[in-house]
């Protein structure tokens, strides 16, 4: 498994792929910038409702791009490889850069709280990492739409209808029923943050952190199951 991760990996150096690792958190610091006193709340808040969605689906649409558009996939389909090992491969890599950029924007924060702290360490450290493990489920969706709807309808999807999705069912009692509302809930929790950028007061029932274990549970157990309906979809894939 480490050589398909390797081979990945490789194939996308010097590629756009790569520099979006960097070029993802700077976007959200330069946005942020616009409020300097809340500038660790907008980065986070930016990061998972817009800029995380519209880079995971990026990143899909570039992934499935470097074999669709060249060779239509018969670099693939016409080796004696394991097709279950490759798809796997291609989200973990995914799964990889988009924890290494939720890293730089863990350290963008941090450094911006020497000038302005509104988020205390702990949290900012805690809700870097939840956002990773709870957007993780989204790679393998976005993979599989990118290969069967292409970046137009990968985007719509996964930024415009599962932001709406968000802000209907993050305050309600169903949230748990949305996987799009998963990460905005745990962070009112983890950062005081509501969807629309302000902060909730204290006391608020959305602040409850009764919501961060059953958030990840949640976020893991689709992830895993989105993994194994694609994977087993892409191994009977066949040359067009």
């Given at each position: 498994?480490?050589?398909y991760?390797?081979?990945?990996?490789?194939?996308?150096?010097?590629?756009?792929?790569?520099?979006?690792?960097?070029?993802?958190?700077?976007?959200?610091f330069?946005?942020?910038?616009?409020?300097?006193?809340?500038?660790?709340?907008?980065?986070?808040?930016?990061?998972?409702m817009?800029?995380?969605?519209?880079?995971?689906?990026?990143m899909?649409?570039?992934?499935?791009?470097?074999?669709?558009?060249?060779?239509r996939?018969?670099?693939?389909f016409?080796?004696?490889?394991?097709?279950?090992?490759?798809?796997?491969?291609?989200?973990?890599?995914?799964?990889i850069?988009?924890?290494?950029?939720?890293m730089?924007?863990?350290?963008?924060?941090?450094?911006?709280?020497?000038?302005?702290?509104?988020?205390p360490?702990?949290?900012?450290?805690?809700?870097?990492t939840?956002?990773?493990?709870?957007?993780l489920?989204?790679?393998?969706?976005?993979?599989?739409?990118?290969?069967?709807?292409?970046?137009?309808?990968?985007?719509?999807i996964?930024?415009?209808?599962?932001?709406?999705f968000?802000?209907?069912?993050?305050?309600?009692?169903?949230?748990?029923?949305c996987?799009?509302s998963?990460?905005?809930?745990?962070?009112?929790?983890?950062?005081?943050?509501?969807?629309n950028?302000?902060?909730?007061?204290?006391?608020?029932?959305?602040?409850?952190?009764?919501?961060?274990?059953?958030?990840?549970?949640?976020?893991?157990?689709?992830?895993?199951l989105?993994?194994?309906?694609?994977?087993?979809?892409?191994?009977?894939?066949e040359?067009?």
């Open positions: 498994m480490l050589k991760l390797q081979a990945e990996n490789l194939k996308n150096k010097r590629t756009f792929l790569k520099k979006l690792i960097f070029i993802a958190p700077m976007a959200t330069l946005i942020a910038l616009s409020s300097w006193k809340w500038f660790q709340v907008n980065s986070f808040n930016w990061w998972y817009m800029i995380l969605p519209g880079y995971i689906s990026l899909a649409v570039m992934t499935n791009d470097a074999e669709e558009k060249k060779l996939y018969r670099a693939v016409g080796l004696p490889i394991s097709l279950k090992k490759v798809w796997i491969s291609k989200v973990l890599v995914n799964g850069y988009m924890t290494f950029s939720c730089i924007l863990l350290v963008g924060i941090l450094l911006g709280g020497l000038i302005s702290n509104t988020v360490f702990f949290s900012t450290l805690s809700g870097a939840l956002i990773a493990i709870t957007s489920w989204q790679i393998p969706l976005c993979m599989f739409l990118a290969k069967k709807l292409g970046m137009l309808w990968t985007v719509l996964n930024v415009g209808v599962g932001a709406v968000n802000v209907m069912a993050v305050t309600t009692s169903m949230w748990w029923v996987p799009y998963w990460t905005s809930r745990i962070m009112c929790s983890v950062v005081g943050c509501l969807p950028g302000m902060l909730a007061d204290i006391g608020d029932p959305l602040r409850n952190p009764s919501v961060i274990p059953i958030g990840i549970i949640l976020s893991l157990i689709l992830f895993v989105l993994l194994i309906v694609t994977t087993n979809w892409f191994k009977k894939q040359v067009s």
